[in-house]
């Protein structure tokens, strides 16, 4: 059967020239990361990432690295989709928090991909402040600062993925702390939106 596959959101602002970006505390070929660039009969990493890689979010920025992007192997079974996508997309990559507060990305392309399923839960970091993963609120204020210097726009995905598999664990503190963790990226996308004067910000 002929099927019209129908552009998404962030496809349409990519041909209107806008700058975009996707970043979320959880992989980037989950469910919410990925439905925005990837046309996909179910939810599967292996289908989703190379649609990711041939449409080049500006900024693309989460955990993942070793459950879907980068995993060790011999021959077939090995994975680096993280190359392909810094080959494809001219990105600077950054590994930590420290190597994103201090990217440039002067190709206005920036990427972090890095740990497991998720970013370190909130809770967490309170017992480890020497964690060097970057918080929500700081990939938003990146990816912002990367994405705004493009004079057509640009579209901003921002996912607070943690709080689902917080609550997903019952866990109601861990959930509480992501949520916060969340308001906090929200204000740092509404005081640019505030300043900008020309920005829509949807929660």
Same mark, same amino acid.
């Given at each position: 059967?002929?099927?019209?596959?129908?552009p998404?959101?962030?496809?349409?602002?990519?041909?209107?020239?806008m700058?975009?970006?996707?970043l979320?505390?959880?992989?980037?070929?989950d469910a919410t990361?990925?439905v925005?660039?990837?046309?996909?009969p179910r939810?599967s990493?292996?289908i989703i990432i190379?649609?990711?890689?041939?449409r080049?979010?500006?900024?693309?920025l989460g955990?993942?690295e070793k459950?879907a992007y980068?995993r060790?192997g011999?021959g077939k079974n090995?994975v680096?989709?993280?190359?392909?996508l810094?080959?494809?997309c001219?990105?600077?990559q950054v590994?930590?928090?420290?190597?994103?507060?201090?990217a440039?990305a002067?190709?206005d392309r920036?990427?972090?991909?890095?740990? $497991?399923?998720?970013?370190?839960?909130?809770?967490d970091?309170?017992?480890?402040?020497?964690?060097?993963?970057?918080?929500?609120?700081?990939?938003t204020?990146?990816?912002i600062e990367v994405l705004?210097?493009d004079?057509? $726009?640009?579209?901003?995905?921002?996912?607070?993925?943690?709080?689902?598999w917080?609550a997903h664990?019952k866990?109601?503190? $861990?959930?509480?702390r992501?949520v916060?963790?969340?308001?906090?990226?929200?204000?740092?996308?509404?005081d640019?939106?505030?300043a900008?004067?020309?920005t829509?910000?949807?929660?």
């Open positions: 059967d002929d099927v019209t596959v129908l998404t959101n962030m496809e349409a602002a990519q041909d209107k020239g700058a975009t970006g996707i979320s505390s959880v992989y980037l070929c990361p990925g925005w660039l990837a046309h996909a939810r990493c292996s190379p649609q990711q890689i041939d080049c979010p500006d900024v693309f955990p993942g459950v980068q060790g011999k090995r680096d989709y993280i190359t392909d810094v080959e494809n001219n990105y600077e590994g930590n928090a420290a190597e994103l507060a201090a440039q002067p190709n920036l990427l972090g991909i890095w740990g $497991g399923y998720t970013l370190m839960y909130t809770i970091r309170q017992n480890d402040p020497s964690i060097n993963t970057p918080t929500l609120a700081e990939m204020a990146k990816a705004s210097r004079p057509d $726009g640009f579209f901003l995905v921002v996912e607070g993925g943690a709080i689902d917080m664990n866990d109601i503190a $861990g959930t509480a992501d916060v963790a969340f308001d906090e990226a929200i204000e740092v996308a509404y640019f939106a505030k900008d004067g020309n829509a910000v949807i929660v």
